[in-house]
């Protein structure tokens, strides 16, 4: 190790940790567990973008990008080729639309959208093999989830920076620099560079702009790495534990950037999938809603208390939603679907089912207590009936996080139901194995399948 590198390591800790790991990313031997964990993320990212074809955030991002006129290899969902930042911007747009996608419960972001399509689309741009893609992605999405982690991702929430558009941002840009075969100083301006960009308010949530967060935290981590690869040169210091990015968004120093630690452990294994399609913060409740259905359903309700975390009162606590992307952020919304048997799908979320009566009525019979203790992926909800009886439910785990985790044909499932009004039977069957088994030759069947 050179004295340079040593004083880069204690000045620029984390640039220096980041910058080793990413530069290496393309040929690491990752274990199985992890390779099979980033091709289910794969799987789940382009089900939901996918299943989002009609989305009208999608549709305005895609005519934008359509009518810049790009030229690339990079393959836009359901469409054409274009740039590589073009078309991640798309494509991570609808991955995002409704709401679907897996989240890194310690970050509080979603990573595989930006991660993904960023590989995707840079890795088809310069002819990378699927294991490279692969590769890229687990380099993205370790980067993303690490830098969000020790409760930073939830801070920057609660300060009001949507998560996704800050640490999709530095995934892209790891996933890209790896790709562009950045060396270790040009994945160090790549990360500056992403730094600069990073953005999203979470007082958009409930609008087309949340979508479009991840989509631009795509299309931000692609062009800066690109910039890197052309000798940008950017603050290396912005990721540091007190960098100029953590006091930018946590003001008071309270939470800072962890220490960034490529250890043995691996942050895409501790990765959550959506059963539901609405925030994850409403998956708890929507669990215990269902499990006492059967008990509530036909009964004349008095009142609804439900117990859920700090978190979920603030991102997902909008008491009267109006419009179906209002609804999947309202968890007093989604304790109506469950507990009058809806399967909470894209479906529950259309401006027509938003204003059914019969959901309206127990809606507005639901509390929420918060609680400063409460796990986010937990719940509790009592129904008081009519005659004063109670019905108690309790969620201990919601469904799709790593201690309670959809399995492969849960997955397929929820794939084929996004994918198969799009596609048909035959292709959505067809598409689910060719991105199952991902790093075995089978870019060119993905290309085929979802062109336009």
Same mark, same amino acid.
């Given at each position: ?65 359509? %009518?810049?006129?790009? @030229? =690339?290899? &990079? ?6 080729? /274009?740039?590589? *930042? !073009?078309?991640?911007? #798309? ?118 702009? %949340?979508?479009?967060? @991840? =989509?631009? &935290? ?6 800066? /790495?690109?910039? *890197? !690869?052309?000798?940008? #040169? ?219």
């Amino acid at each position: 190790m050179t004295t340079e590198t040593q004083n880069e390591m204690q000045t620029n800790p984390n640039a220096a940790a980041a910058g080793r790991f990413i530069a290496a990313a393309k040929g690491h031997n990752y274990p199985a567990s992890v390779l099979d964990a980033a091709r289910m993320t794969l799987v789940d990212t382009i089900g939901v973008g996918i299943g989002a074809h009609a989305e009208e955030a999608g549709r305005s991002v895609r005519q934008v990008a359509a %009518k810049w006129g790009t @030229s =690339g290899d &990079a393959q836009v969902l359901l469409g054409g080729k /274009a740039a590589p *930042a !073009a078309a991640a911007l #798309v494509n991570a747009t609808m991955a995002h639309c409704l709401d679907y996608d897996d989240t890194h419960v310690g970050a509080v972001a979603h990573l595989s959208s930006p991660a993904w399509n960023a590989a995707l689309a840079v890795g088809m741009h310069v002819g990378a093999s699927e294991r490279e893609i692969l590769s890229a992605y687990i380099a993205g999405f370790e980067t993303g989830a690490r830098l969000g982690g020790d409760f930073f991702g939830q801070t920057a929430n609660e300060r009001g920076f949507h998560s996704t558009g800050v640490f999709g941002c530095f995934a892209a840009a790891a996933a890209s620099a790896v790709l562009l075969g950045l060396d270790e100083q040009g994945v160090r301006n790549a990360l500056g560079a992403a730094a600069t960009q990073v953005s999203g308010l979470v007082g958009s949530f409930g609008t087309m702009s %949340k979508p479009f967060h @991840s =989509g631009k &935290a795509a299309m931000n981590g692609i062009l800066a /790495a690109e910039l *890197a !690869a052309e000798g940008f #040169v950017a603050a290396e210091d912005l990721i540091e534990t007190d960098g100029a990015l953590a006091k930018a968004i946590i003001q008071d120093g309270a939470v800072k950037i962890p220490a960034l630690d490529y250890g043995e452990d691996w942050e895409v294994l501790q990765n959550t999938f959506k059963p539901y399609s609405s925030c994850l913060l409403t998956h708890p409740v929507i669990d215990a809603a269902r499990s006492i259905k059967d008990q509530v359903m036909g009964k004349e309700i008095d009142s609804i208390e439900v117990d859920v975390s700090y978190l979920c009162t603030m991102l997902a606590g909008k008491p009267n939603p109006q419009t179906g992307l209002e609804g999947k952020f309202s968890a007093a919304y989604c304790v109506a679907l469950g507990l009058n048997g809806y399967p909470v799908t894209a479906l529950d979320f259309s401006e027509e089912r938003v204003q059914e009566p019969v959901l309206r009525d127990t809606l507005s019979r639901v509390k929420l207590l918060s609680s400063d203790d409460r796990d986010s992926r937990t719940a509790a909800l009592r129904v008081t009936l009519a005659d004063g009886s109670t019905i108690d439910a309790e969620c201990a785990m919601a469904l799709g996080n790593p201690t309670n985790p959809m399995s492969w044909d849960d997955m397929r499932t929820k794939f084929e139901g996004l994918v198969e009004p799009v596609l048909g039977k035959e292709k959505a069957v067809e598409l689910f194995e060719v991105l199952r088994n991902f790093d075995d030759g089978s870019l060119d069947d993905y290309v085929r399948l979802v062109s336009a």
